[in-house]
Nanobody, 114 residues
């Protein structure tokens, strides 16, 4: 049973930065193919960033150049470094595999507001 726990969200002013963490417990088998998603009120959950085979990355156009996904090589933890945050980045952020194989965690709230 895999459990995902997101953390690191909070309230930040436009232009600020946050680093989100995703800790995975249990017998995770797709740790090298993890992704970050986000869901704003009234919107569908969308893919933000993904890490492929532990090193390659892909990003949504809306966050490219501002967000960076990375993985700890020794621990089952995935990070999302978010810089130059904009109000439109406000959402609940979730981690999972690209295929959404695991049960969704509670997510972590990111609010960008002045």
């Amino acid at each position: 049973q895999v459990q995902l726990a997101e953390s690191g969200g909070g309230l930040v002013q436009p232009g600020g930065s946050l680093r989100l963490s995703c800790a995975a417990s249990g017998s995770i088998v797709r740790i090298n193919f993890m992704a970050w998603y986000r869901q704003a009120p009234g919107k569908q959950r969308e893919l933000v960033a993904e890490i492929i085979n532990g090193d390659s990355t892909n990003y949504a156009d809306s966050v490219k150049g501002r967000f960076t996904i990375s993985r700890d090589n020794a621990k089952t933890i995935v990070y999302l470094q978010m810089n130059s945050l904009k109000p439109e980045d406000t959402a609940i952020y979730y981690c999972n595999t690209r295929e959404a194989l695991y049960k969704w965690g509670q997510g972590t709230q990111v609010t960008v507001s002045s």
